[in-house]
T-cell receptor
Framework: DTEVTQTPKHLVMGMTNKKSLKCEQHMGHRAMYWYKQKAKKPPELMFVYSYEKLSINESVPSRFSPECPNSSLLNLHLHALQPEDSALYLC????????????FGSGTRLTVV | SQQGEEDPQALSIQEGENATMNCSYKTSINNLQWYRQNSGRGLVHLILIRSNEREKHSGRLRVTLDTSKKSSSLLITASRAADTASYFCATDADYNQGGKLIFGQGTELSVKP
């Protein structure tokens, strides 16, 4: 299995909702990442997990809460989002951090209404 | 802030022509990577070049790296309509925290049949 699977592919949520994005990989990669991408812009790093521990938080607002339950799973819990949080959320994994290429999922298109 | 800057921002060529994209970065790196993104989808890793390498090939792709000028270029030879996509360079940073990949602004390539 050489894929990163993200679910759901599309999500529409209200500003008072709580939802979660899920990311799964079975390649034995020990680093996992959340990126946010707005239209016509590059991906922006949000969080880095290394060996299931949060190693980098790029000053992301607390309404985004990451979780890594095990080495294959990465979740992003969403609560009280704003319309400007609407974006493509990408999950990625790598064998050993930045020394190797990342494998990206196809993303979750999030719309906050 | 993004470490990599790319030019041109957009490039339109005919099928069969070569496409060259350039990337400049600001701080020292261990490696530089190139990714492709088809519209609204996840990124695909194309090639990684380490700081002690000057040139690397993969199929129709040729990447060069000049660490003295802090720049890299991606050449796609004999382009095809299927090469139409956004192309991003990415550089590594923050090794002490486990490392993170920072993406440049990207080049939007359009290959016309």
């Amino acid at each position: 299995d050489t894929e990163v699977t993200q679910t759901p592919k599309h999500l529409v949520m209200g500003m008072t909702n709580k939802k979660s994005l899920k990311c799964e990989q079975h390649m034995g990669h020990r680093a996992m990442y959340w990126y946010k991408q707005k239209a016509k812009k590059p991906p922006e790093l949000m969080f880095v997990y290394s060996y299931e521990k949060l190693s980098i938080n790029e000053s992301v607002p607390s309404r985004f809460s990451p979780e890594c339950p095990n080495s294959s799973l990465l979740n992003l819990h969403l609560h009280a989002l704003q319309p400007e949080d609407s974006a493509l959320y990408l999950c990625a994994s790598s064998q050993a951090g930045v020394l190797y290429g990342y494998t990206f999922g196809s993303g979750t298109r999030l719309t906050v209404v | 802030s993004q470490q990599g800057e790319e030019d041109p921002q957009a490039l339109s060529i005919q099928e069969g022509e070569n496409a060259t994209m350039n990337c400049s970065y600001k701080t020292s790196i261990n490696n530089l990577q190139w990714y492709r993104q088809n519209s609204g989808r996840g990124l695909v890793h194309l090639i990684l070049i380490r700081s002690n390498e000057r040139e690397k090939h993969s199929g129709r792709l040729r990447v060069t790296l000049d660490t003295s000028k802090k720049s890299s270029s991606l050449l796609i030879t004999a382009s095809r309509a299927a090469d139409t996509a956004s192309y991003f360079c990415a550089t590594d940073a923050d090794y002490n925290q486990g490392g993170k990949l920072i993406f440049g602004q990207g080049t939007e390539l359009s290959v016309k049949p």
